[in-house]
């Protein structure tokens, strides 16, 4: 299904195609507007630089259960060093730009100069939060994404340390918890997001925890991190 650029109209996420998986719909734009209508749908944007703005709604879906959620014995062990130092929204550009960078093993990335400029544009708009893990003043990883109500939407995540992201991933998690956040939406499985505590649910459970979620009262403006290991 092609979408009108001048009205959010998505189609409903059951109408998602299962091959490719989620595959809902092609067109619109990626304007606030677009975009929070598009994720408090479970509905989010994914395509290449030669290809129309994609959006998608996969199922089984890859959450985290803040509740749920544990540390593990080696991650455990990373915090207790106090290698890191951890932030909030202190440096939304540079984190999206170094999650946008071409990983090892990739000759692009998804994340393009459009995409790029919309979220920080939502950040400005205060819909977009990054956190940042640095170390000896030097950015070493970090992650960002979207928050609409009590729900946060990860969009990616990066390291140039070993450990920087699962340590930004701990800290969201952690304070997101005090925050009374119940979902963590992680979009699709991967083995990372899996070694940290992610997990799939099928459509019906998720849109149901989504849809509660997104009417609950906004995260606390400005983000400021008091969750702190130990």
Not at 106 to 127: R, S, V
Not at 134 to 139: A, E, H, S
Not at 148 to 164: C, I, K, P, Q
Request: a negative charge; glycine letters at 8%.
């Amino acid at each position: 299904m092609w979408l009108d650029h001048t009205v959010v109209d998505f189609p409903p996420t059951e109408f998602a195609l299962d091959d490719p998986n989620g595959l809902l719909a092609a067109g619109g734009d990626l304007t606030p507007e677009w975009l929070v209508e598009a994720y408090q749908r479970g509905v989010f944007p994914w395509y290449s630089d030669d290809q129309p703005i994609l959006w998608w709604s996969p199922s089984p879906r890859c959450v985290v259960i803040p509740q749920n959620f544990r540390i593990g014995r080696t991650l455990r062990k990373v915090l207790r060093r106090g290698t890191f130092s951890v932030t909030f929204d202190q440096a939304f550009p540079e984190v999206i730009e170094a999650c946008r960078a071409p990983r090892a093993d990739e000759t692009g990335t998804w994340i393009t100069d459009e995409m790029c400029d919309a979220y920080i544009d939502m950040h400005h708009q205060g819909f977009a939060h990054s956190v940042e893990v640095w170390r000896d003043g030097q950015l070493a990883g970090g992650l960002y994404g979207i928050a609409l109500g009590r729900v946060f939407f990860g969009e990616s995540m990066f390291h140039r340390e070993t450990d920087a992201s699962k340590v930004a991933f701990v800290h969201l998690v952690r304070q997101l918890e005090l925050w009374g956040c119940p979902l963590i939406d992680c979009q699709v499985s991967n083995p990372h997001l899996s070694s940290l505590g992610a997990v799939e649910m099928c459509r019906k459970d998720f849109e149901q925890l989504l849809a509660d979620g997104v009417k609950q009262p906004p995260f606390p403006q400005p983000w400021k991190l008091s969750w702190t290991y130990g």
